[in-house]
T-cell receptor
């Protein structure tokens, strides 16, 4: 399968714990996005990487959130000290340079108890 | 502030008829527009797109229309099929950022 993959698919955690999600983009795609989606809403932009450089972050991304793409391939999104309001679907998408159409992964559903 | 609006949360259409999904945006600097389809438990799937230099783009049963003066985007599906039943999101890109901004989605149900 050569699509975008995300792990884990589901994560249940207790409030205050840290969680980390991983995204593996399509191999030739140098651009990578993270989004958050809650019920009844569209995907909400969190951050953008071009290769390993994080070029844009949403103002909604508090200091509890951090993302990395250390070698310009896979990316991780970490949420520290999770809160119940962090419960959402976290989506990753990748794009090939020069194009505008994003390819999404299946998402990681986070539930914070 | 909602920069992209899909004012119809749901739409039901008879199989074989036309489905029209609408999207409005506020910033005239957006220069690329996309439609995505989403099935339950899956990520969104790219459907069709259009750049601001065009007013229409067609791909099989799907046509996207762009009215820049009205800041309005629409997706036409003809003929509609039961497999088209999904949530459809419009998205915009440009205006000097790397961000894609999505609408809230329209749930389309095609009745057999």
């Amino acid at each position: 399968d050569t699509g975008v993959s995300q792990n884990p698919r589901h994560k249940i955690t207790k409030r205050g714990q840290n969680v980390t999600f991983r995204c593996d983009p399509i191999s030739e795609h140098n651009r990578l996005y993270w989004y958050r989606q809650t019920l009844g809403q569209g995907p909400e932009f969190l951050t953008y990487f071009q290769n390993e450089a994080q070029l844009e972050k949403s103002r909604l991304l508090s200091d509890r959130f951090s993302a990395e793409r250390p070698k310009g391939s896979f990316s991780t999104l970490e949420i520290q000290r999770t809160e119940q309001g962090d419960s959402a679907m976290y989506l990753c998408a990748s794009i090939q340079g020069g194009f505008n159409e994003q390819f999404f992964g299946p998402g990681t559903r986070l539930t914070v108890l | 502030d909602q920069q992209v609006k899909q004012n119809s949360p749901s739409l039901s259409v008879q199989e074989g008829r036309i489905s029209i999904l609408n999207c409005d945006y506020t910033n005239s600097m957006f220069d690329y527009f996309l439609w995505y389809k989403k099935y339950p438990a899956e990520g969104p799937t790219f459907l069709i797109s259009i750049s601001s230099i065009k007013d229409k783009n067609e791909d099989g049963r799907f046509t996207v229309f762009l009215n820049k003066s009205a800041k309005h985007l629409s997706l036409h599906i003809v003929p509609s099929q039961p497999g088209d039943s999904a949530v459809y999101f419009c998205a915009v890109f440009g205006a000097g950022t790397y961000k894609y901004i999505f609408g809230t989605g329209t749930r389309l149900k095609v009745l057999a």
